[in-house]
Nanobody, 125 residues
Framework: QLQLVESGGGLVQPGGSLRLSCAIAGISLHYYGIGWFRQAPGTEREGVACINWSDGKTFHADSVADRFTISRDIAKTTVYLQMNSLKPEDTAVYYC??????????????????WGQGTQVTVSS
């Protein structure tokens, strides 16, 4: 059973930075992609970025491509989301999730079968 645990959320001022972590355990990740999603109150879950575990290729949504960076640490089986130049509209619960590798780049939440519990990010002065 694949388990994902997010950490690193918190309160940050506009323009600040945070790094989210997603610690993963349970099975081999070689055939999986890992994505970050976010959901603000009253909105649908939005795909932010994803990474193909086997080769490290990444994809970022246009809305965050110049500010957020997804990466992985193979030894620690952890995926990170570095978030810079944060804006109030980035406020949301951020989730990491896993999907079988062929679907990794689509960032389609419906295809991700394993989810973490989420971590709150609040950008406010």
């Amino acid at each position: 059973q694949l388990q994902l645990v997010e950490s690193g959320g918190g309160l940050v001022q506009p323009g600040g930075s945070l790094r989210l972590s997603c610690a993963i355990a349970g099975i081999s990740l070689h055939y999986y992609g890992i994505g970050w999603f976010r959901q603000a109150p009253g909105t649908e879950r939005e795909g932010v970025a994803c990474i193909n575990w086997s080769d490290g290729k990444t994809f970022h949504a246009d809305s965050v491509a110049d500010r957020f960076t997804i990466s992985r640490d193979i030894a620690k089986t952890t995926v990170y989301l570095q978030m810079n130049s944060l804006k109030p509209e980035d406020t949301a619960v951020y989730y990491c999730a896993a999907v079988p590798a062929p679907a990794w780049r689509k960032l389609d939440a419906a295809q991700y079968g394993y989810w973490g519990q989420g971590t709150q990010v609040t950008v406010s002065s």
